[in-house]
């Protein structure tokens, strides 16, 4: 795919110019709020159809989950309007994965921003935008609306455009479609993950810069959290595979609980644990063919995700490597 090793090297060149060696930070969603320690449970009884892969009905199975903030800028305050994302590892999770150079891998990734659609679907497009987003020129920055049009650039604004008060109490959705099984029963769907109970705590009256890192803090220093994973299986042939930005209303297409994330009281912020989550590496394509990612921006995430994280980690000279 030229577009995405384009694509690649664009945000490659992003990465050197913003960074030094040693200091090397992801492209998209560089600041953290923590990585956590998590149970994923998966609901003792699920129909067969939902019953795939790594939803085996009663399998637990330990988790990493990173929480983070979308701007490309890791100093910006979390007050600030941005996306948010959640980011799953599930550890211990046998069979042949999808990368051909990690298949012996043990993880399964699942990837969420708490908005149910990707602004961005044609490749050329995109390419477009990288390229002018990321010009010293002002002017190039004028024609980014005219890359991703008026729907694109809609959705574009109302991904960043959210507040949060707890990284543990938002929603989040996969917004680019999965496989779920293989063969003659397999279905495409979208993922989802909320908190367990609809309580949201209202924003802090002085939000410190990283007040998000301090909610995590404070919720997990004293108990537990609660949160579940939904599956949405597609329902109609309007529910578009490949345009990202097509969304699927739940009105049409309900979520399904499949999975419960318990995410035990623990201490996270320490050097070691933000060292070990700031060199993890997540992608779509950390997955089991059951769970093969669908449609051209997960194509394009393919190449992207690997190149990226390949060039952070030889620059900050750290060891790629998959947890177990
Ligand atoms: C073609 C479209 C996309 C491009 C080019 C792109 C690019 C990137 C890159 C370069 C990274 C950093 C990878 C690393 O250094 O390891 C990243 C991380 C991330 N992306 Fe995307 N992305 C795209 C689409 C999406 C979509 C559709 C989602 C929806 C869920 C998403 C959610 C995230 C999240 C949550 C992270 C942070 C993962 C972590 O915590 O490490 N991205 N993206």
């Not at 969420?112 to 995109?126: E, G, K, L, Q, W």
């Not at 109302?158 to 779920?180: C, D, K, N």
């Not at 397999?186 to 924003?203: D, F, I, W």
């Amino acid at each position: 795919m030229p577009i995405a090793e384009d694509l690649a090297v664009i945000i490659e060149e992003t990465i050197r110019k913003q960074y030094d060696a040693g200091s090397a930070r992801r492209d998209a969603h560089p600041k953290a709020h923590g990585c956590v320690k998590a149970e994923f449970h998966v609901l003792e009884h699920l129909p067969d159809a939902l019953a795939k892969g790594m939803f085996v009905p009663g399998n637990t199975y330990r988790a990493w989950i990173r929480f983070s903030n979308g701007s490309s800028d890791p100093t910006r305050a979390d007050i600030k309007r941005d996306a948010r994302g959640m980011a799953i590892k599930i550890l211990g999770v046998p069979g042949k994965k999808l990368l051909e150079d990690q298949d012996q891998a043990m993880t399964q990734d699942f990837i969420m921003i708490n908005h149910p659609v990707f602004f961005a679907t044609d490749p050329a497009r995109y390419l477009s935008f990288m390229q002018d987003s990321n010009s010293d020129h002002f002017y190039r920055k004028l024609l980014i609306p005219f890359d991703l049009g008026a729907k694109g650039t809609r959705i574009a604004l109302e991904t960043r455009s959210s507040r949060i008060s707890s990284p543990l109490q938002a929603r989040y959705w996969s917004m680019v479609p999965y496989q779920f099984g293989i063969g003659a029963g397999r279905q495409a769907v979208k993922y989802s993950a909320r908190a367990c109970s609809a309580t949201v705590e209202p924003m802090p009256h002085k939000p410190g810069h990283d007040f998000l890192r301090d909610a995590l803090k404070n919720t997990l220093q004293i108990g537990e959290a609660c949160m579940e994973f939904l599956i949405q299986p597609r329902t109609s042939n309007s529910m578009d595979v490949e345009d990202s930005r097509i969304e699927w209303k739940e009105a049409q297409a309900p979520f399904y609980p499949v999975a419960t994330i318990r995410i035990p009281q623990q201490v996270f912020d320490t050097p070691e644990q933000n060292a070990f989550c700031e060199n993890l590496s997540f992608t779509p394509w950390h997955a089991l063919p059951d769970h093969k990612p669908l449609g051209v921006t997960n194509r394009l995430r393919k190449i992207i995700y690997a190149h990226i994280s390949t060039v952070r980690h030889e620059m900050n000279k750290v060891n790629e490597e998959e947890p177990r």
